[in-house]
């Protein structure tokens, strides 16, 4: 049987990108949030996970206002990097495997998620980013990856209780697959942060650690919640952190904390990183 070995949630901020092309890890600015990834590099090679799933939002670069799926599966053999107008660097493309990917299309659909499915895919920033934050040594990324994109940019969007059930259905659906894989889960998104209008600018930092500290003990806590009271409470981007209640939904069972970081600011974002390890 496949495995769930853990979870990372991360904040995806653009400017991440060049802060590691002019590296800048260690600067004062940035080095809080770097640091939040110490404990996490020594986990990684302890458990070495074949395959992460990641839950993110695409902000433009695969899907415009034109088309925008609710849900979408990524189901090629790669996904390629552009920049979608951040001016960072693009990286190398991603390995997928879409057999894997139908399997997880195949079960979300028999449990009633009406998931888009992607034969090709270009994966923005929310996507590369806490990847490369996860392994950033290596010239590429080293392992499968398997993006599930949540529409968080043009409304009507998934609420959060829908997405804590995708989050469920995909954890099911791996650990049913008859395979030997380790997986991990990552959820790109969040925390509170608002880019524009009149609040932008908005931090709110006690229900960001409310927010993370549920995840540890109540995990379906932010469910109780609408969109719109979400978004009054973190702001109108600061939705993508129902990218963590998916994450942690697939996440599943018992936890034990291995690491947490709240950091502020990133860019106009609140910087939060965890790592949880599934425990039987
Ligand atoms: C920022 C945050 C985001 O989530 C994003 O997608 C783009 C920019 C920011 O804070 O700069
Ligand atoms: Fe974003």
């Known amino acids: 049987m496949a495995e769930i ?27 809080p949030f770097f640091d939040g990834f110490k404990p996490i590099h020594p986990w990684l ?46 990286l190398p493309p991603f390995k997928g495997d879409a057999t894997l990917s ?42 499968i990856t398997i993006p599930i994109c949540i529409n968080t940019v043009q409304f009507p969007l998934p609420s959060a209780s829908r997405c804590y059930q995708l989050g469920k259905a995909v954890g099911d659906i791996i650990q049913s697959l008859d395979s030997r894989l380790k997986f991990l889960i990552l959820g790109s998104g969040g925390l509170s942060h608002q880019l524009d209008g009149e609040r932008a600018g908005l931090i709110n930092k006690k229900f960001d650690q ?3 500290h549920s995840l540890v003990t109540h995990p379906a806590w932010a469910t109780q919640y609408t969109n719109l009271e979400l ?6 981007q600061g939705i993508e ?40």
């Open 102 to 143: 139908w399997e997880i299309i195949e079960g979300l659909v028999q449990r009633e998620f009406d998931v888009a499915s992607c034969q090709t895919m270009k994966v923005d920033h929310a996507f590369t980013l806490p990847l490369k934050l996860l392994w950033p040594t290596e010239e590429s990324c080293p392992v």
């Open 45 to 90: 090679k302890e458990h070495q996970p074949d395959v992460v799933v990641v839950f993110y939002n695409d902000h433009g670069l695969n899907f415009f206002l034109d088309t925008m799926p609710t849900f979408s599966v990524g189901a090629a053999e790669q996904y390629t990097n552009e920049d979608e107008g951040w001016g960072i660097p693009t």
């Open 5 to 31: 070995i853990g979870m990372v949630t991360c904040s995806h901020v653009p400017s991440i990108g060049n802060a590691l092309a002019k590296n800048s890890q260690h600067d004062a600015y940035w080095g």
């Open 241 to 280: 952190l129902i990218m963590w209640l998916a994450a942690r939904a697939a996440l599943g069972g018992h936890v034990k904390l291995i690491s947490s970081t709240y950091h502020v600011p990133i860019s106009n974002t609140a910087g939060g990183i965890m790592l949880l390890e599934h425990v039987n």
């Open 231 to 236: 978004i009054e409470q973190v702001g109108t």
């Open 210 to 212: 409310d927010f993370m």
